[in-house]
């Protein structure tokens, strides 16, 4: 186990030094200059003289060979340096510790809905198969998934936005500062979040129940006399969470490619919006920073999936 | 992670010898939606082949003096901001959607499959280096793959076709990679190494083969995905530019005048929803028809 965690890691860290070079590289292919687009959207456009151009290219490193502009980055990272912005002008570090909190808000509040509803939903319909709350959940999961996220939040903007008033349009507030208000700005986001997570879960749930269900163990807990309730709880629920978690895994990606287009629809400055953002300023050094923190993350937490079908079933064996 | 549902009571129940495309069809269209995905998608493949007959006006064409028009005889669905037809760029929407759904889902099926079968029959350090690739190509969430892609090469409809058929690849990979794996310790392929038979013989001929199928069923599956990740990017506006028309883009066009005008966002985002749909139901009638491991248990 503990060796098979040390390789996992191992690996990992090959994976990740991949991601660092994809991302490196592929950037310094964008056309266009950054530190040109800098400067058209800022005040010094029409001072900056040609040498004061060249100080600031020199002071990015972006005049060295690609490279040693690559060795520097690494170098910076396991300082713990994540460098400076071009766009912002702020230390990136700095950056990504005002927009992660945010989209960890966004994504978390959404997961600990969508996932007990997704669970839910998929065993009712498992358990009462064929009648109309299974037809309910299966059509209602196939359309969750087709709805477009953007679409959604539209829909829902000018509905209870514009037309009922009853929420506001767009922003984000910390939950420390006015809670309230925090969440009444959340609840459309998180809604629209959530809705393809609550499909992808219960339906992955639903056939997970009906295989379990005709497992020989549960024809004999039932033949015992056990409830329902017995059955449900300590037979088939137990041994249908193993897709779960396997699905739970994949929505973290899902999620955060989630908040990159939720993100820019109710102007909630996390790190979706900052990518987007980032890509259209071609502000290297966050897109790097921000899609590499994305991946680290995304690799972790299948790392931490697999550990766990341990958990959940004994007869897993790690070699 | 067998998703198969086996259902004991039917298993034991032995079906009949009807003909192959018989009981094809009988599964296909268990699911009763599955006709209506199947006509919807048909009607998307006529409006999209046909789109310069059909749309009764330019989908580029301004008329200033006829902006913002409400629904009307002339106009279906009215016109837009710079008085172009909404129901034509519908038309035309439809076009760009399906070809760029089947462009990246052939193609990526195609680089994928050859990729997977060549890491799977090989090995070592073959296997190794395209599989930590494509592990690393999956560390990033898919929209946030093409995303930067499409940045690098820039918008327009081929190169989003190319930045969703890199994102795409490492399923198919994977898929295959494991396939091939275990078809690989088969005795037929043995023998056709013990006669001497070239690899490249061996793969098309006799692992490829199998590789069909499920390469099918993973293609249809995946359609409705990329149909909704180029919507998305063309949402964001680093997808499809003019004179392409893109259903995200016009969502997105249409947020000035949600509440004034919302049929310019509400129309075009039905038009994603209805084929995403129709693709993934007939993605998993496909697979409940062709896999083999579920006949007879639905």
Known sequence: MVSYIIRRLLWGFVIVTLVSLIVFFAIRLLPGDPLLIFMAQSQEMGTMSLEQIEALRAEYGLDKPIMVQYVNWVKDLMRGDLGLSIHYRENVGKLMLERLPVTLHLSLVSLAISLPLGILAGLAAALRRGTWIDNVVVVGSYIGIAIPVFWLGYMLILIFGLRLGWLPIAGYTSPFENFWLSTRQLIMPVFCNSIAGIAGMARQMRSSVLEVANQDYVRTAWSKGLTEKAVVLRHILKNSMIPIVTILGMSIGGIFGGSVIIENIFAIPGMGRLLVNSIFAQDYVVIQASTLIMACIIIASNLLVDISYGWFDPRIRYD | ?298
């Not at chain 2, 890491?119 to 280096?129: E, Q, R």
């Open chain 2, 1 to 298: 992670m067998p998703e198969t549902v086996v259902n004991t009571e039917t298993v034991a129940e032995v079906q009949p010898r009807r003909s192959e495309w018989k009981r094809f069809r009988r599964v296909f269209f268990q699911r009763k939606v599955a006709i209506f995905a199947l006509i919807i998608i048909c009607i998307m493949i006529f409006t999209a082949v046909f789109a310069p007959w059909l749309a009764p006006y330019d989908p580029n064409e301004q008329n200033l003096s006829n902006s913002m028009a409400p629904p009307s005889r002339e106009h279906l669905l009215g016109t837009d901001r710079l008085g172009i037809d909404t129901f034509s760029r519908l038309i035309w929407g439809a076009r760009t959607a399906l070809i760029v759904g089947f462009a990246t889902a052939f193609i990526s099926a195609a680089i994928g499959t050859a990729l997977g079968m060549i890491a799977g029959y090989f090995g070592g350090v073959i296997s190794t280096v395209i599989m930590r690739f494509m592990d690393a190509l999956m560390g990033f969430p898919m929209i946030v793959l093409a995303l930067l892609l499409a940045g690098v090469l820039g918008s327009g409809m081929q190169n989003i076709i190319i930045a969703l058929t890199v994102a795409s690849v490492p399923g198919y990979v994977r898929l295959m990679y494991g396939m091939t794996l275990s078809v690989k310790e088969n005795d037929y392929i043995l023998a056709q190494r013990s006669i001497g038979s070239s690899s490249a013989r061996t793969i098309w001929k006799h692992i490829f083969p199998n590789a069909l199928q499920p390469m099918i069923v993973m293609l249809t599956s995946a359609l409705g995905g990329i149909i909704m990740a180029e919507s998305g990017l063309s949402f964001l506006g680093v997808g499809i530019t003019a004179p392409d028309v893109a259903w995200g883009s016009m969502v997105a066009d249409g947020f000035k005048y949600l509440q004034t005008y919302p049929i310019l966002s509400f129309a075009p985002g039905v038009c994603i929803m209805l084929v995403v749909f129709s693709f993934n139901i007939l993605g998993d009638s496909l697979r409940d028809a062709l896999d083999p491991r579920l006949r007879g248990t639905l």
